[in-house]
């Protein structure tokens, strides 16, 4: 790491990388990777990963985890592409109420993975090796049975076009749907 990105004197923080969460199990298996090679090939003293929800870990217990490994600073790096919600509310509230657990500690919320040149090439790296892929007719794919929904809770929350619309204008009513 340069001087550039790390002040003089300024011991590296631990880090977690903070993805939203699936009910696939290993669905994290490539965030698992990345936290596994800063560690070994940046000299990161601790990096962890976890999920907002569905399956674990989770943002408390790794963060009392690292805490309890000794880190006096830990760098939450979001794993997510867009700037949505979960970055914007969701993740700060969350980290402020473990910090309220942890007075000696100083969390940090880092910044999401969002736009990078780096991900141009990363998107044109996929294009390049999807060029012979099949017909996504002949794609065979597992049960949805496989990935059961927990009671009370939807795969996904639709919203109609109208009332996006609202809300890409700014002009919600406070409520959701």
């Known amino acids: 790491m340069s001087a550039k990105t790390k002040p003089a004197g300024d011991a590296l ?12 199990e290993k669905a994290g298996g490539d965030m698992e990777r990345v936290a596994a090679i800063l560690k070994q090939r940046h000299g ?26 000794g880190a006096t600073r830990v760098l939450v790096i979001p794993y997510f592409l867009h700037t949505g919600l979960h970055i914007r509310l969701d993740i700060p509230e969350m980290m402020k109420e473990e910090a309220a657990k942890y007075p000696g500690l100083r969390l940090q919320l880092g910044g999401n993975l969002g736009y990078d040149d780096i991900l141009v090439e990363l998107v044109r790296k996929r ?41 890409r204008a700014g002009k919600h009513h ?3 749907h």
Do not use: W
């Open 174 to 176: 406070g409520h959701h």
């Open 44 to 69: 990161f003293p601790l990096v962890e990963y976890c999920f907002m929800s569905r399956l674990p870990p989770h943002f408390p217990e790794t963060l009392a985890a690292l805490v309890g490994r």
């Open 13 to 24: 923080p631990s880090v977690i990388l903070l993805g939203h969460g699936s009910r696939v």
């Open 127 to 167: 294009i390049d090796e999807s060029l012979g892929v099949a017909d996504v007719r002949e794609v065979a794919l597992p049960g949805r049975e496989n990935f059961p929904i927990p009671a009370g809770q939807q795969e996904f929350v639709p919203m109609d076009p109208a009332e996006a619309k609202k809300y």
